[in-house]
């Protein structure tokens, strides 16, 4: 195998001109060959879709690979037009947390700011009033500057079928990253599928609910 070879064709199918599996599970992947006439085939690792490889196609991932431009960093945006504090390179944003008592949330800064409190009671009076604000501060810095979160509220409750794109969802349970629904599909076995931008997708079953979510920043 051309390691040259391998290279132009993985820069193929990281940019516009990659081929796609025809059964919807996005880009083929490049991978070893023996009996493609390049030694590499485009295979789809789900359903096993295989294109060979042969000198043609080098050429025009040569020349694909010529003309691939950046990725563009994922456009999520909160209704004012900025970017979401904790938006990451993949699309998701980091969130930080909240426990909820029905529709009223509670910040993890408060929980971060009685834990300082309580811990520091037994040990001397005076403590607490130093360490309950220096508690909320860290978590502060914390979720601005170190690991960046974006405060975000779970709303309700939809079936996946029925999301539209540009809304907002939690990707996983109750808590965790949000990802804003650019389309939506099903698969063979009739899972909905739910892509984000950024290309993420998580599968869901018809009429499993789904948080939506209201992104404060």
Known sequence: MNSADARVMHAMQHGPAAYHCPAGHGPL????????????????????????????????AEEAASHVDPEPIPMVRLPDGAA?????????????????????????????????????????????????????????WCTTRWRPSSQAVNTRRTPAEDLEPGQHIRLYGTAGPVGEVSATGADAQGRIRLRVVGGLEVLRRPGQPVWQVDLRN
């Open 29 to 60: 992947r490049v991978w070893p060959d023996a009996n493609a006439p390049a030694d590499l085939s485009l295979v789809c690792t789900r359903c096993g879709h295989r294109i060979m490889a042969d000198a043609t196609l080098i050429e025009s």
């Open 84 to 140: 979401p504090r904790g938006l990451r390179p993949d699309g998701t944003v980091r969130t930080t947390g909240w426990v909820q008592f029905g529709k009223l949330p509670v910040s993890s800064g408060f929980w971060a700011a009685s834990a300082a409190f309580f811990a520091t009671v037994p040990l001397h009076p005076w403590l607490p009033v130093v360490a309950t604000p220096l508690g909320y501060l860290v978590w502060k």
